[in-house]
C-alpha cells in the first residue's frame, strides 16, 4: 500500500514539474520573440535616419552645385563603399528649369538605402524644394 502512495506521489511530482517547464519555456520564447521584434524595429529606425542623413546631405549638395555651376542639372551617385552594413546606398538629384519670370529652378531629390538582406528592405525618402536663381546668383562672386 506504501509502495502504491509513493508512486503515484512520484507521477504527479513528474506531472507538476513538466508542467511548470512548459509555462517557463513559453515565457522565455515570448521574451525572445518581443526581443527580436524591437531588434527588427530599432534597425528599421536606423536606417530610417540614415536615410534621411543622405537626404539632407543630397538637398545641401543640389544647392551648393547650384551656387557653384549656374548650368548644374542633377547627377545620381553611388555612395556604398562609405556604407557597410547596406548593399545599395543611392543620391538622386533631379533640376528641373520652368520658364517662370520669378526664375525658380525646382529639384527632386531622392535618398536610397538598401539592406544586404530581405529581412532589410531598402528604404527611400524624397524630397522637392524650390531655388530661386537671382539669390544664387546674388552669393557667387
Known sequence: MKRQRFINRRGTIL??????????TTILLGAVQSSLRQRR???????????????????????????????????TLLVAPALEKYSTATLEIAVVREDQPD????????ARLGGLSERTPSMQRSREFVVNTSTIKSQNP
Open 15 to 24: 506531472i507538476a514539474v513538466l508542467v511548470c517547464m512548459g509555462i517557463a
Open 41 to 75: 524595429q530599432m534597425r528599421q529606425e536606423l536606417q530610417m535616419e540614415q536615410t534621411k542623413w543622405l537626404l539632407d546631405a543630397s538637398v545641401g549638395r543640389a544647392i551648393s552645385r547650384l551656387q557653384k555651376q549656374p548650368g548644374y542639372d542633377g547627377e
Open 103 to 110: 526664375n525658380r529652378i525646382r529639384a527632386q531629390v531622392k
